[in-house]
């Protein structure tokens, strides 16, 4: 059982390794979109590192919804939690 | 021929050609596909038999199209085509590019937009030869990124629609994406088109002054190694940024491609 830190922390390393973003840029309330530059294409690579990462698979559905760092956080733990 | 003589027939072989397309996709969907369902084989071996069926239908229309003297063509590199997990990709300059890449590629899979899964003609055989539609984008990377493991060899058109003539060319990044993923190899097709055929903003009937002349080209494969060390997203827009300048610098704008106005 990984804690929302761990979690938390595994997302920025994932952001910060594939699209080399800033550190100081990854905040909760940080959209993938807009603020991050993160399009429906780099999603798909980061469900997929984040897949391998936590050996869950992680339906490209159950992300839709996602909008920020924050979402994203919560939509991982939610799954790893389960 | 010349232009003139040849041009109102060139009409009644256009629109000709579109109900025959039509009433091909029809005739394979209601009557052709239910009795290849009964051979036996399994869910892979019956949509190898669909895409086999759709190569040979549009290796027969493009027979049909030539040699009612809708147009010309020549195709050079065949041989290179269909190999297990080969990605293919080409320029959209017409309407017809997909059915010449398919004729002469050994039961190959594609992506196909959405709307052909709707379409009333087309949509019985794009599901049975389990085509991949091009919508939402991360399905249809997913999809494609699993035909071409499962060594499925898949067209695609990086443009994702036809060329806009006179604007310029502009490639999704999503089969860059694709291309870095899971191809096998990455095989270029380079179509060029005489004068402007059947494009984005043309209708049927509008057909060129001249008999018109389609040229389609296979190239060598695309190293994909050094795009593979890199992370995915740099990879993929590296790869897109390349093919759009390797595209540009083969095309160039003087055989009609894409005639700035």
Known sequence: MQTKEEVTEQVRAALVELFEIDPDRITPEARLNEDLEIDSIDAVDLLDRLR???GRKISAESFRSVRTVGDLV???CTLVQA | MGGRETYLWRIVVTGACFVLFGLGGLVLGLLVLPMLLLLPGDAARRRTRTR????RSFRLFVAVMSGLG???YSF???ERLGRPGQLIIANHPTLVDVVFIVAFTPAPACV???ALFANPFTRRVV??????SNFPTDLMIEQAVAALRAGDCLVMFPEGTRTRPGQPLQFHRGVASIAVQAAAALTPIYIRVDQPLLHKFQPWYRVPPRPPRLEFVVGEDIDLEPYRRAPPPRASRE?????LSHYEAKLGQAAGYNPVR
């Open chain 1, 52 to 54: 391998r990462q936590t």
């Open chain 1, 74 to 76: 919560d939509a991982v």
């Open chain 2, 52 to 55: 086999s069926l759709v190569q």
């Open chain 2, 70 to 72: 809708g147009i010309r």
């Open chain 2, 76 to 78: 050079e590199g065949r």
């Open chain 2, 112 to 114: 196909v937009k959405a």
């Open chain 2, 127 to 132: 599901t049975a030869a389990g085509y991949t």
């Open chain 2, 239 to 243: 790869l897109n940024a390349w093919l």
